[in-house]
């Protein structure tokens, strides 16, 4: 059964660097293409794609995001970690970590989301 | 890259057919002819309705299909029911710089 899971705090201030955890099971990290994505949705708003990490550790992320955004992996540990520096108030937003198998495939799996504020 | 355009909202009564559109360029469906659809009910997870195979899901509806002409792909719910009234998103594939891309998203109303 493949389920990711996404934690991380609740509520980051201004300027803070955030970062947010992808637990995954049911799949490996680092079998064949395998990959997984952050994707965001700000409250009421659309679902942005952010970055991506495949099992060959290529990293691909959002031309508008990439100075702020790292992505990696800890196999041993089926984590995927998202950091985004320079928290501002529009990234608000709730995160999903979701397992696609490759350029441009679907995400076939995802997490239940989690809430991020950024307040001061 | 922008994002791919859907209509914002789109209504229609149980039994009822609609289609949602989703309408990019010839930079991502156009010429790689890579995009999915997902489901979102308030307060979930985004769901897979369908892959960029042009395939459902173990367990999504045959009620549920996609299709594709030029830079414009399109989603049909055949046989509307009230738990259909969800938010929709398209996704599409836009080189490898960009790999994914989503669209505005679609709310549609079971009347």
């Known amino acids: 059964q493949v389920t990711l899971k996404e934690s991380g705090p609740v509520l980051v201030k201004p300027t803070e660097t955030l970062t947010l955890t992808c637990t995954v099971s049911g799949f490996s990290l680092s079998a064949h293409a395998m990959g997984v994505s952050w994707i965001r949705q700000p409250p009421g708003k659309a679902l942005e794609w952010l970055a991506h990490i495949f099992s060959d550790d290529e990293k691909p992320s959002s031309p508008s995001l990439k100075s702020r955004l790292t992505i990696s992996k800890d196999t041993s540990k089926n984590q995927v970690v998202l950091t985004m520096t320079n928290m501002d108030p529009a990234d608000t937003a709730t995160y999903f970590c979701?397992?696609?198998?490759?350029?441009?495939?679907?995400?076939?799996?995802w997490g239940q989301g989690t809430q991020v504020t950024v307040s001061s | 890259q922008s994002a791919l355009t859907q209509p914002a909202s789109v209504s229609g009564s149980p039994g009822q057919s609609i289609t949602i559109s989703c309408t990019g360029t010839?930079?991502?469906?156009?010429?790689?002819?890579?995009f999915s659809w997902y489901q979102q009910h308030p307060g979930k997870a985004p769901k897979l309705l369908i892959s960029v195979a042009g395939k459902r899901p173990s367990g999504v509806s045959n009620r549920f299909s996609g299709s594709q002409s030029g830079n414009t792909a399109s989603l049909t719910i055949s046989g509307l029911q009230a738990e259909d009234e969800a938010n929709y998103y398209c996704c599409a594939y836009a080189g490898n710089d960009t790999p994914w891309l989503f669209g505005g998203g679609t709310q549609l109303t079971v009347l």
């Open positions: 979701a397992r696609s198998l490759n350029y441009g495939e679907d995400f076939d799996f």
């Open positions: 010839s930079n991502d469906i156009g010429i790689y002819r890579l």
